[in-house]
Protein backbone atom coordinates (compact mmCIF):
# COMPACT_ATOMS: atom_id res chain seq x y z
CA UNK A 1 0.00 0.00 0.00
CA UNK A 2 1.19 3.44 -0.97
CA UNK A 3 1.49 6.12 1.66
CA UNK A 4 -0.74 9.45 1.05
CA UNK A 5 2.69 11.29 1.90
CA UNK A 6 6.07 11.10 1.91
CA UNK A 7 7.96 13.39 4.98
CA UNK A 8 11.87 13.30 3.96
CA UNK A 9 13.43 14.13 7.32
CA UNK A 10 13.00 12.90 10.55
CA UNK A 11 13.81 16.08 12.60
CA UNK A 12 11.86 18.32 14.52
CA UNK A 13 9.94 19.81 11.32
CA UNK A 14 9.55 16.57 9.75
CA UNK A 15 8.13 15.15 12.57
CA UNK A 16 5.89 18.38 13.00
CA UNK A 17 5.08 17.40 9.67
CA UNK A 18 3.92 13.94 9.66
CA UNK A 19 2.03 14.30 13.29
CA UNK A 20 0.04 17.22 11.55
CA UNK A 21 -0.72 15.08 8.45
CA UNK A 22 -1.23 11.61 10.66
CA UNK A 23 -4.19 13.69 12.44
CA UNK A 24 -5.76 14.78 9.59
CA UNK A 25 -6.23 11.07 8.80
CA UNK A 26 -3.46 11.09 5.50
CA UNK A 27 -1.12 8.18 5.90
CA UNK A 28 2.05 9.29 6.09
CA UNK A 29 5.83 7.54 6.21
CA UNK A 30 8.60 9.31 6.99
CA UNK A 31 12.11 8.75 5.94
CA UNK A 32 15.31 9.76 7.51
CA UNK A 33 19.07 8.35 6.38
CA UNK A 34 19.64 8.43 9.81
CA UNK A 35 17.51 8.12 13.10
CA UNK A 36 14.53 10.71 14.32
CA UNK A 37 16.61 13.65 15.49
CA UNK A 38 19.84 12.63 14.76
CA UNK A 39 20.81 15.96 13.05
CA UNK A 40 20.28 19.61 13.69
CA UNK A 41 17.48 18.53 16.11
CA UNK A 42 19.86 16.96 18.09
CA UNK A 43 22.15 19.96 18.27
CA UNK A 44 19.82 22.28 19.30
CA UNK A 45 18.75 23.92 22.96
CA UNK A 46 15.31 23.33 22.44
CA UNK A 47 14.26 26.74 22.76
CA UNK A 48 10.55 27.98 22.08
CA UNK A 49 11.44 31.52 21.83
CA UNK A 50 9.30 34.64 21.16
CA UNK A 51 11.81 37.09 22.61
CA UNK A 52 13.85 36.98 19.47
CA UNK A 53 11.88 37.84 16.99
CA UNK A 54 10.70 41.33 15.72
CA UNK A 55 7.08 42.05 14.33
CA UNK A 56 6.32 39.88 11.23
CA UNK A 57 5.25 36.53 9.56
CA UNK A 58 8.26 34.71 11.76
CA UNK A 59 7.04 36.03 14.88
CA UNK A 60 3.25 35.29 13.98
CA UNK A 61 4.51 31.89 13.30
CA UNK A 62 5.75 31.54 16.69
CA UNK A 63 2.92 32.55 18.71
CA UNK A 64 0.97 30.10 16.91
CA UNK A 65 3.49 27.72 18.03
CA UNK A 66 3.97 28.89 21.39
CA UNK A 67 0.07 28.04 21.58
CA UNK A 68 0.23 24.33 19.95
CA UNK A 69 3.25 22.79 22.14
CA UNK A 70 2.14 22.41 25.43
CA UNK A 71 -0.50 19.71 24.24
CA UNK A 72 2.00 18.07 21.94
CA UNK A 73 5.25 18.33 24.28
CA UNK A 74 4.08 15.22 26.51
CA UNK A 75 7.17 13.90 28.25
CA UNK A 76 9.53 16.28 26.40
CA UNK A 77 10.76 18.19 29.48
CA UNK A 78 8.52 21.13 28.94
CA UNK A 79 9.33 24.06 30.73
CA UNK A 80 7.82 27.22 30.87
CA UNK A 81 10.58 29.00 32.15
CA UNK A 82 10.51 32.12 30.98
CA UNK A 83 13.14 34.51 28.91
CA UNK A 84 15.79 37.28 30.18
CA UNK A 85 17.13 39.52 27.94
CA UNK A 86 19.96 41.71 28.95
CA UNK A 87 21.70 44.73 27.89
CA UNK A 88 25.49 44.30 28.84
CA UNK A 89 26.91 47.65 27.78
CA UNK A 90 25.22 51.26 28.24
CA UNK A 91 25.35 51.37 24.13
CA UNK A 92 22.46 48.25 24.10
CA UNK A 93 20.08 49.18 26.16
CA UNK A 94 18.13 51.72 23.98
CA UNK A 95 18.02 49.54 21.08
CA UNK A 96 16.82 46.48 23.45
CA UNK A 97 13.99 49.07 25.45
CA UNK A 98 12.85 50.08 21.52
CA UNK A 99 12.74 46.33 20.14
CA UNK A 100 10.69 45.07 23.50
CA UNK A 101 8.40 48.30 22.56
CA UNK A 102 7.49 46.86 19.11
CA UNK A 103 7.30 43.45 20.06
CA UNK A 104 4.39 45.11 22.84
CA UNK A 105 2.60 46.24 19.98
CA UNK A 106 2.69 43.23 17.99
CA UNK A 107 0.82 41.40 21.85
CA UNK A 108 4.10 40.08 23.17
CA UNK A 109 4.63 40.26 26.79
CA UNK A 110 7.86 41.55 26.76
CA UNK A 111 8.04 42.88 30.33
CA UNK A 112 10.54 45.73 31.10
CA UNK A 113 12.63 45.78 34.60
CA UNK A 114 15.03 47.18 36.64
CA UNK A 115 18.19 46.01 37.02
CA UNK A 116 17.69 45.07 40.78
CA UNK A 117 14.32 43.48 39.83
CA UNK A 118 16.71 41.42 36.71
CA UNK A 119 18.66 40.19 39.60
CA UNK A 120 15.70 38.97 41.79
CA UNK A 121 15.00 36.62 38.92
CA UNK A 122 18.68 35.65 38.39
CA UNK A 123 20.52 36.26 41.39
CA UNK A 124 23.68 35.35 40.25
CA UNK A 125 23.57 37.67 37.02
CA UNK A 126 26.49 39.91 36.17
CA UNK A 127 25.22 43.49 38.18
CA UNK A 128 26.41 45.31 35.34
CA UNK A 129 24.15 44.84 33.16
CA UNK A 130 22.42 48.51 32.53
CA UNK A 131 18.77 47.30 30.90
CA UNK A 132 16.61 44.09 30.98
CA UNK A 133 13.19 42.63 29.67
CA UNK A 134 11.16 39.60 31.06
CA UNK A 135 9.40 37.60 28.89
CA UNK A 136 7.17 35.56 30.00
CA UNK A 137 6.32 33.15 27.14
CA UNK A 138 9.41 32.08 26.27
CA UNK A 139 9.91 27.98 27.01
CA UNK A 140 12.05 24.98 26.60
CA UNK A 141 11.86 21.38 26.14
CA UNK A 142 14.25 18.30 25.32
CA UNK A 143 14.57 18.62 21.23
CA UNK A 144 14.92 14.84 20.80
CA UNK A 145 11.95 13.67 23.10
CA UNK A 146 9.93 16.07 21.39
CA UNK A 147 10.43 14.22 17.97
CA UNK A 148 10.09 11.10 18.88
CA UNK A 149 7.09 12.17 20.86
CA UNK A 150 5.45 13.48 17.39
CA UNK A 151 6.53 10.68 15.64
CA UNK A 152 4.89 7.96 17.58
CA UNK A 153 2.02 5.72 16.20
CA UNK A 154 4.00 6.96 12.54
CA UNK A 155 5.81 4.68 10.18
CA UNK A 156 9.43 5.37 10.00
CA UNK A 157 11.83 4.01 7.31
CA UNK A 158 15.92 4.38 7.73
CA UNK A 159 16.84 4.37 3.91
CA UNK A 160 18.53 8.31 2.32
CA UNK A 161 16.88 9.48 -0.79
CA UNK A 162 18.58 10.74 -3.91
CA UNK A 163 15.53 11.46 -6.02
CA UNK A 164 11.97 13.02 -6.05
CA UNK A 165 9.16 14.21 -8.85
CA UNK A 166 6.58 14.65 -5.92
CA UNK A 167 4.93 11.08 -6.63
CA UNK A 168 7.55 9.31 -5.82
CA UNK A 169 11.20 8.98 -4.13
CA UNK A 170 13.94 7.17 -5.35
CA UNK A 171 16.00 5.03 -2.26
CA UNK A 172 18.88 3.21 -2.73
CA UNK A 173 16.12 0.56 -2.03
CA UNK A 174 13.96 1.01 -4.49
CA UNK A 175 11.02 3.74 -5.46
CA UNK A 176 8.14 4.44 -2.96
CA UNK A 177 5.05 6.16 -4.79
CA UNK A 178 2.99 7.96 -3.06
CA UNK A 179 0.53 11.16 -3.26
CA UNK A 180 2.70 13.76 -1.88
CA UNK A 181 6.48 14.22 -0.90
CA UNK A 182 7.12 16.98 1.89
CA UNK A 183 10.89 18.20 1.99
CA UNK A 184 11.67 18.76 5.45
CA UNK A 185 15.42 17.48 5.45
CA UNK A 186 16.88 20.91 7.14
CA UNK A 187 19.96 22.28 6.23
CA UNK A 188 20.18 19.51 3.35
CA UNK A 189 16.86 20.52 1.84
CA UNK A 190 19.59 22.43 -1.47
CA UNK A 191 19.30 18.89 -2.79
CA UNK A 192 15.57 19.07 -4.03
CA UNK A 193 15.33 22.81 -5.21
CA UNK A 194 15.93 25.60 -2.34
CA UNK A 195 18.32 27.69 -1.49
CA UNK A 196 18.97 26.51 1.77
CA UNK A 197 22.58 26.95 3.47
CA UNK A 198 23.88 25.05 6.21
CA UNK A 199 24.97 27.36 8.92
CA UNK A 200 26.87 26.14 11.95
CA UNK A 201 26.04 26.49 15.68
CA UNK A 202 28.24 25.40 18.64
CA UNK A 203 26.60 24.73 22.06
CA UNK A 204 28.84 24.52 25.16
CA UNK A 205 27.72 21.98 28.38
CA UNK A 206 28.63 22.46 31.37
CA UNK A 207 29.13 20.33 35.07
CA UNK A 208 25.85 20.34 36.36
CA UNK A 209 24.45 23.34 38.72
CA UNK A 210 20.64 22.73 39.36
CA UNK A 211 18.95 25.59 40.61
CA UNK A 212 21.88 28.67 40.01
CA UNK A 213 20.17 29.52 36.41
CA UNK A 214 16.49 29.94 36.09
CA UNK A 215 15.46 31.35 33.06
CA UNK A 216 16.83 31.53 29.34
CA UNK A 217 18.92 34.24 29.58
CA UNK A 218 20.62 35.99 26.22
CA UNK A 219 22.99 38.87 25.35
CA UNK A 220 20.44 41.91 23.25
CA UNK A 221 23.52 41.40 20.65
CA UNK A 222 21.52 37.71 20.05
CA UNK A 223 18.72 39.15 18.13
CA UNK A 224 20.99 40.74 15.75
CA UNK A 225 22.79 37.95 15.03
CA UNK A 226 19.78 35.93 14.60
CA UNK A 227 19.13 38.26 11.78
CA UNK A 228 21.87 38.62 10.67
CA UNK A 229 23.28 37.29 7.08
CA UNK A 230 26.84 37.41 7.08
CA UNK A 231 28.98 34.21 6.73
CA UNK A 232 31.88 34.96 9.65
CA UNK A 233 31.76 34.14 12.58
CA UNK A 234 29.17 35.83 15.21
CA UNK A 235 28.86 35.11 19.04
CA UNK A 236 26.60 36.15 21.10
CA UNK A 237 25.87 35.18 24.89
CA UNK A 238 23.11 32.99 25.77
CA UNK A 239 22.91 30.78 29.28
CA UNK A 240 20.34 28.30 30.40
CA UNK A 241 19.91 25.17 32.47
CA UNK A 242 18.23 22.01 31.85
CA UNK A 243 16.10 19.81 34.02
CA UNK A 244 19.14 17.79 35.16
CA UNK A 245 21.17 20.94 36.03
CA UNK A 246 23.35 21.22 33.27
CA UNK A 247 24.10 24.64 31.75
CA UNK A 248 24.15 25.20 27.77
CA UNK A 249 26.00 28.20 26.95
CA UNK A 250 25.74 29.30 22.88
CA UNK A 251 25.61 31.03 20.86
CA UNK A 252 27.47 30.62 17.44
CA UNK A 253 26.68 31.37 14.03
CA UNK A 254 29.13 30.75 10.83
CA UNK A 255 28.24 29.88 7.16
CA UNK A 256 31.52 27.20 5.99
CA UNK A 257 29.46 24.46 4.46
CA UNK A 258 29.39 21.35 6.04
CA UNK A 259 32.79 21.58 8.45
CA UNK A 260 31.85 20.32 11.81
CA UNK A 261 35.15 21.29 12.86
CA UNK A 262 34.67 22.70 16.69
CA UNK A 263 37.41 25.61 16.59
CA UNK A 264 38.79 26.57 19.90
CA UNK A 265 38.57 30.46 19.30
CA UNK A 266 34.66 29.72 19.17
CA UNK A 267 34.26 27.77 22.25
CA UNK A 268 36.45 30.84 24.16
CA UNK A 269 34.37 33.47 22.73
CA UNK A 270 31.36 31.38 24.05
CA UNK A 271 32.84 31.05 27.45
CA UNK A 272 33.68 34.88 27.55
CA UNK A 273 30.49 36.13 26.65
CA UNK A 274 28.72 33.58 29.15
CA UNK A 275 31.17 34.62 31.89
CA UNK A 276 30.42 37.78 31.13
CA UNK A 277 26.78 37.31 31.99
CA UNK A 278 27.02 35.53 34.59
CA UNK A 279 30.22 35.58 36.72
CA UNK A 280 30.04 32.49 38.78
CA UNK A 281 30.53 30.40 35.65
CA UNK A 282 34.31 30.81 35.59
CA UNK A 283 34.49 28.25 37.95
CA UNK A 284 32.10 26.03 36.76
CA UNK A 285 34.09 23.24 34.81
CA UNK A 286 32.90 22.48 30.62
CA UNK A 287 31.54 18.69 30.45
CA UNK A 288 31.89 18.86 26.36
CA UNK A 289 31.07 20.63 23.42
CA UNK A 290 28.74 19.68 20.46
CA UNK A 291 27.74 21.67 17.01
CA UNK A 292 25.44 20.86 14.33
CA UNK A 293 23.94 22.95 11.25
CA UNK A 294 20.63 25.48 11.08
CA UNK A 295 19.47 25.26 7.27
CA UNK A 296 20.13 29.11 6.63
CA UNK A 297 17.18 30.87 4.11
CA UNK A 298 18.51 34.30 2.87
CA UNK A 299 15.76 36.08 3.80
CA UNK A 300 15.35 34.70 7.10
CA UNK A 301 11.92 32.94 6.60
CA UNK A 302 10.92 29.62 6.94
CA UNK A 303 9.83 28.10 3.12
CA UNK A 304 6.30 25.99 3.84
CA UNK A 305 4.55 25.08 0.96
CA UNK A 306 4.50 23.25 -2.87
CA UNK A 307 6.73 23.71 -4.95
CA UNK A 308 5.22 25.18 -8.34
CA UNK A 309 7.61 23.25 -10.19
CA UNK A 310 7.11 20.20 -9.24
CA UNK A 311 3.57 19.39 -8.50
CA UNK A 312 3.37 17.07 -5.18
CA UNK A 313 6.43 18.04 -3.84
CA UNK A 314 6.40 20.90 -0.57
CA UNK A 315 8.98 22.18 1.33
CA UNK A 316 9.19 22.90 5.01
CA UNK A 317 12.75 23.97 6.18
CA UNK A 318 14.86 27.31 6.02
CA UNK A 319 13.79 27.49 10.47
CA UNK A 320 17.35 27.87 11.03
CA UNK A 321 17.85 28.26 14.42
CA UNK A 322 14.21 28.43 15.43
CA UNK A 323 13.07 24.66 13.80
CA UNK A 324 12.00 23.51 17.74
CA UNK A 325 9.78 26.86 17.89
CA UNK A 326 8.51 26.71 15.02
CA UNK A 327 7.64 22.97 14.32
CA UNK A 328 4.04 22.64 15.55
CA UNK A 329 2.61 25.57 13.45
CA UNK A 330 4.96 24.60 10.83
CA UNK A 331 3.46 20.94 10.54
CA UNK A 332 -0.22 23.01 10.69
CA UNK A 333 0.32 25.15 8.16
CA UNK A 334 1.64 22.78 6.03
CA UNK A 335 -1.47 20.31 6.47
CA UNK A 336 -3.98 23.13 6.17
CA UNK A 337 -2.96 24.06 2.68
CA UNK A 338 -1.61 19.95 1.42
CA UNK A 339 -5.52 19.25 2.76
CA UNK A 340 -7.01 22.65 1.52
CA UNK A 341 -8.41 23.89 5.10
CA UNK A 342 -7.99 27.30 6.13
CA UNK A 343 -4.67 28.14 6.79
CA UNK A 344 -3.37 28.85 10.64
CA UNK A 345 -1.52 31.65 9.21
CA UNK A 346 -0.83 33.73 6.45
CA UNK A 347 1.17 31.37 3.89
CA UNK A 348 2.36 34.21 1.63
CA UNK A 349 5.24 34.89 3.30
CA UNK A 350 6.65 31.74 3.08
CA UNK A 351 5.85 30.62 -0.10
CA UNK A 352 8.33 28.53 -2.06
CA UNK A 353 8.72 30.62 -5.29
CA UNK A 354 10.08 33.70 -3.37
CA UNK A 355 13.25 35.03 -5.39
CA UNK A 356 15.65 34.34 -2.67
CA UNK A 357 14.92 30.48 -2.17
CA UNK A 358 14.38 29.43 -5.35
CA UNK A 359 17.24 27.52 -6.62
Known amino acids: ?46 NVLVSDKEPGPELTLARASRALWPALAENAEWEEKGGLVVATTPEAAQPLHTFAAAQRKAGIDACEISTTEALDH ?19 LNPVKATRTLLRGIKFHQTEVSTTDGRSVTTKHGVISCGAVVNATGPWARTFGVNVLPRRGVVLVTTPIPG ?104 ATGHEGAGVGLAPATGHLLADLMTGATPLTDPEPFRVDRPEVMV
Open 122 to 140: EPHLNPGITAAVHYLEDAQ
Open 212 to 315: RIRHKVYDADYVGAVASGDADLQTSGVVESTQAGTVLIGSSRQRKGFDGTIESRVLKALAQKAIAMFPMLAEVPVMRAYGGFRPYAPDHLPIIGEDPRTPGLWH
Open 1 to 46: MHPDVVVMGAGIIGAACAQALHARGLSVLVIDRHGPASGTSAAGEG
